[in-house]
């Protein structure tokens, strides 16, 4: 998750681990759809983190019902705080680091699918037919 491809002589050559990669990716994504689309809804899910986090109040209790997947930013227009935390996670690599942690254990796709259903289902109820 965290760790970089392996060096090349290639000047194009990716030095973000894919984790970092993919993170840079959502967060250049936001901003373009920020200013493309500003009523667009957007989140961001992570799986196969060691924390595990579905919704604000899950950072004091632990809810594991979605074990491995944590929710960084909800299904939502994106605010500025939203912003500001997937750039903090793209620039601080302590931050992401702490964040990044893998699992020690697999992932089931299918919890991580479920996961992302009942988010669509709660946050964007008049998308299901689409």
């Given at each position: 998750?965290?760790?970089?491809?392996?060096?090349?002589?290639?000047?194009?050559?990716?030095?973000?681990?894919?984790?970092?990669a993919?993170?840079?990716?959502?967060?250049?994504?936001?901003?373009?759809?920020?200013?493309?689309?500003p009523?667009?809804?957007?989140?961001?899910?992570?799986?196969?983190t060691?924390?595990?986090?579905?919704?604000?109040?899950?950072?004091?209790?632990?809810?594991?019902?979605?074990?491995?997947?944590?929710?960084?930013?909800?299904?939502?227009?994106?605010?500025?705080e939203?912003?500001?935390?997937?750039?903090t996670?793209?620039?601080?690599?302590?931050?992401?680091?702490?964040?990044?942690?893998?699992?020690?254990?697999?992932v089931?796709?299918a919890?991580?699918?479920?996961?992302?259903?009942?988010?669509f289902?709660?946050?964007?109820?008049?998308?299901?037919?689409r």
């Amino acid at each position: 998750m965290l760790t970089p491809p392996p060096p090349t002589d290639s000047k194009k050559a990716d030095t973000d681990s894919p984790a970092s990669a993919a993170l840079k990716c959502a967060y250049a994504l936001m901003q373009q759809r920020i200013i493309s689309n500003p009523n667009d809804m957007m989140g961001v899910l992570l799986y196969g983190t060691e924390k595990s986090k579905f919704n604000a109040e899950d950072e004091t209790t632990g809810n594991l019902s979605y074990p491995h997947c944590y929710l960084l930013t909800d299904l939502d227009v994106p605010a500025a705080e939203d912003v500001k935390a997937l750039k903090t996670l793209v620039e601080d690599e302590d931050d992401s680091r702490k964040l990044l942690v893998p699992s020690k254990e697999s992932v089931s796709m299918a919890n991580v699918l479920f996961c992302a259903n009942q988010i669509f289902t709660t946050k964007a109820p008049n998308f299901s037919s689409r």
